[in-house]
């Protein structure tokens, strides 16, 4: 399994990004898949998850409201749709996937994780 997260970049506080996330390789019907971010010199923290079946979703209170995460139809990218972005939102974005339907914010449980994707919020 591979995961690609894109979308990233440079943003005014108040704006938007779309961050994806592309998951190929492997065919997998039940899977999870999580955003993590990892802010300058700090440790990588749970953003939020959906699990495949069933849609649910979650979110760390500090994006709840603001943030959306979401599957598109064919089941292959997930989406992190990002409004009122703010200078702490500042960090490296990461995707992550756990082949069950069992959703958890803990980034060790997560064996497929993509590469980094920077997000900059200025000020």
């Known amino acids: 399994v591979q995961l690609q997260a894109s979308g990233g970049g440079l943003v005014q506080a108040g704006g938007s990004l779309r961050l994806s996330c592309e998951v190929s390789?492997?065919?997998?019907?039940?899977?999870?898949v999580a955003w993590f971010r990892q802010p300058p010199g700090r440790e990588r923290e749970f953003v939020a998850h959906?699990?495949?079946?069933?849609?649910?979703?979650y979110y760390t209170d500090s994006v709840r409201g603001r943030f959306t995460i979401s599957t598109d139809n064919a089941g292959n990218t997930v989406h992190l749709q990002m409004h009122t972005l703010k200078p702490e939102d500042t960090a490296t974005y990461f995707c992550?996937?756990?082949?069950?339907?069992?959703?958890?914010?803990?980034?060790?449980?997560?064996?497929?994780w993509g590469r980094g994707t920077q997000v900059t919020v200025s000020s």
């Open positions: 390789g492997r065919a997998v019907s039940r899977f999870v």
């Open positions: 959906t699990a495949q079946t069933g849609g649910n979703t």
């Open positions: 992550a996937l756990r082949l069950n339907n069992m959703p958890t914010t803990v980034a060790a449980l997560y064996r497929y």
